[in-house]
T-cell receptor, first 114, second 115 residues
Framework: DTGVSQNPRHKITKRGQNVTFRCDPI?????LYWYRQTLGQGPEFLTY????????KSRLLSDRFSAERPKGSFSTLEIQRTEQGDSAMYLCASSFWGPNYGYTFGSGTRLTVV | AQSVTQLGSHVSVSEGALVLLRCNYSSSVPPYLFWYVQYPNQGLQLLLK??????LVKGINGFEAEFKKSETSFHLTKPSAHMSDAAEYFC?????????????FGKGTLLTVNP
């Protein structure tokens, strides 16, 4: 197992365009989380999945954001009509259910909106 | 609501010196506590965690942390800093008794190690 994989690593897009990021978690993990990290800040929770079910969304996740995890495997995060304020590092993490398991994070997708 | 305060956004130590990174939390219920390390342009790596049991927790790379409920603290220490320890460190809290296990992170402390 090669850990959590995120693609692309970097994305530069023009304001108003749509972007989609992909996360491939560790295959045995049933929990998948998305976080956003801006410069000088810690990661902020966006949403999480238990298998294919999206169980919670942060109010940070506006209507322009949507996440899916079809069949409980990989996940995608789509941002529609990007804004400059969306520029950030988007981090995906996976884990087993339960508090005794820390997350395994991917290397992130850095989004720059110009 | 939970929150995490990391005192000192930047800590600088000499190689071989003690590393002390401070973390205080606020939680209405007993928390689970975590320290993560982030190297430039990388994701976060789990250093150590406290969930239940012994309050002194040992992690990877020689780091350890002690959960002090009375002080609502979970400070990270390492007896002797190495150049490879230079990175950003994040303290995080998760609410015990919940089921989402989502993490609330502090703003991070950048550790610089001088030769």
């Amino acid at each position: 197992d090669t850990g959590v994989s995120q693609n692309p690593r970097h994305k530069i897009t023009k304001r108003g365009q749509n972007v989609t990021f992909r996360c491939d978690p560790i295959s045995e993990h049933n929990r998948l989380y998305w976080y956003r990290q801006t410069l000088g800040q810690g990661p902020e929770f966006l949403t999480y999945f238990q298998n294919e079910a999206q169980l919670e969304k942060s109010r940070l996740l506006s209507d322009r954001f949507s996440a899916e995890r079809p069949k409980g495997s990989f996940s995608t995060l789509e941002i529609q009509r990007t804004e400059q304020g969306d520029s950030a590092m988007y981090l995906c993490a996976s884990s087993f259910w339960g508090p005794n398991y820390g997350y395994t994070f991917g290397s992130g997708t850095r989004l720059t909106v110009v | 609501a939970q929150s995490v305060t990391q005192l000192g956004s930047h800590v600088s130590v000499s190689e071989g010196a003690l590393v002390l990174l401070r973390c205080n939390y606020s939680s209405s219920v007993p928390p689970y506590l975590f320290w993560y390390v982030q190297y430039p342009n990388q994701g976060l790596q789990l250093l150590l965690k406290y969930t239940t049991g012994a309050t002194l927790v040992k992690g990877i790379n020689g780091f350890e942390a002690e959960f002090k409920k009375s002080e609502t603290s979970f400070h990270l220490t390492k007896p002797s800093a190495h150049m490879s320890d230079a990175a950003e460190y994040f303290c995080a809290v998760s609410e015990a008794g919940g089921s989402n296990y989502k993490l609330t992170f502090g703003k991070g402390t950048l550790l610089t190690v001088n030769p």
